[in-house]
């Protein structure tokens, strides 16, 4: 309950009052996402506390990321209203199970 509420809020003020709007408090945290991801990959910092932060940032990403695909272009968004937004997301959760598949298929061949 901390992370989703630390993570909405977050979200909201990077969005509403930081002036990053939608698409840059999104760009924002999820530039934070790609440097966990590759403190994950390239140091010896503990997984335990990286999964942590990743975990709390998905939360403010979802709001923000959430928010561009559904506010109106006028409020910054792409204005693809819930079921386009819920589409694109679908979408791509596909493509990353289809990816992630692909690799452990390949790498339980060799």
Do not use: Q
Not at 14 to 40: E, P
Not at 60 to 83: E, Q, R, S, W, Y
Not at 84 to 100: H, K, P, R
């Amino acid at each position: 309950m901390f992370s989703n509420t630390l993570g909405t809020a977050l979200g909201d003020f990077l969005a509403d009052d930081s002036g990053l709007g939608f698409s840059g408090g999104a760009a924002l945290i999820g530039g934070l996402l790609a440097v966990v991801v590759v403190a994950a990959y390239f140091t010896r910092l503990d997984r335990v506390m990286l999964f942590w932060i990743a975990f709390v940032l998905t939360r403010p990403f979802g709001a923000t990321f959430g928010d561009v695909l559904t506010k109106p272009t006028a409020a910054g968004g792409l204005d693809f209203g819930t079921i386009g937004s819920s589409a694109i997301l679908m979408a791509l959760l596909v493509i990353f199970i289809a990816y992630t598949s692909m690799g452990e298929r390949r790498r339980l061949e060799v």
